[in-house]
């Protein structure tokens, strides 16, 4: 299986989507996890944004890790037996206005998707009052806003205080991600920052069990 896993996380970061989804099928067919298979794709995806940081792969090449992500999800998905038996209420997401960047986002969403969670992607340029409203609308308790630009901080914190205004912040937890860190979190006033999704889905998982958000399906 170790062997398998190891094999994933390079085919992904060379950007081999047929022997991404060779091996992906192996290790279901092997009894391998599929949430252990998307955190080596994950890990894969990684490797091609350390490339990319350096200058050796380029914007189509991110897009097309996204692309070769959105494959295995609905492969391991559609695959028997792994559909999530918890559903977790709805999930805002969304890329903050004044910011395009939407592959961190898409991969994230995927998998709160692939692990019971409730998602409402609102898309990239999104401006407070349309987070404001989806929250409202899905009776939201966790909202993720998403930029990848110094830009996108000011739209983070105009976001928030527009959900405080609406009377939202105290039941809301807010979580930011992409180029973010502890600074700008204390910053914009949000509650959690992350840069992988592995982390924003444990906040949410540990956020709404504790607050008893958390649905047995029939």
């Not at 206005?97 to 019971?116: A, F, Q, S, W």
């Not at 105290?170 to 592995?198: F, H, M, P, Q």
């Amino acid at each position: 299986m170790l062997k398998t896993q190891k094999m994933l996380v390079g085919a992904m970061s060379k950007l081999d989507d047929t022997m991404v989804m060779n091996l992906v099928r192996q290790g279901l067919q092997m009894g391998i996890s599929p949430y252990v298979l998307l955190e080596e794709i994950r890990a894969g995806i990684d490797r091609v944004g350390e490339l990319y940081s350096k200058g050796e792969y380029f914007l189509s090449d991110l897009i097309m890790a996204s692309e070769i992500f959105k494959d295995v999800l609905a492969l391991v998905t559609n695959h028997q037996g792994v559909i999530a038996k918890i559903s977790y209420p709805t999930v805002v997401f969304g890329t903050v206005e004044n910011d395009i960047h939407d592959i961190g986002k898409n991969i994230t969403t995927g998998i709160l998707r692939y692990n019971g969670f409730g998602v409402c992607d609102l898309g990239v340029n999104v401006p407070g009052h349309k987070f404001v409203e989806a929250v409202k609308q899905h009776n939201s308790p966790v909202v993720c806003l998403t930029g990848l630009i110094t830009g996108a901080y000011e739209s983070m914190k105009k976001t928030i205080a527009m959900l405080e205004d609406a009377g939202l912040r105290s039941r809301l937890t807010v979580i930011i991600g992409g180029l973010v860190g502890e600074s700008v979190k204390e910053y914009t006033g949000a509650d959690y920052w992350a840069t992988d999704c592995t982390k924003v889905v444990e906040i949410c998982r540990k956020i709404l069990v504790a607050n008893r958000r958390v649905v047995q399906s029939s």
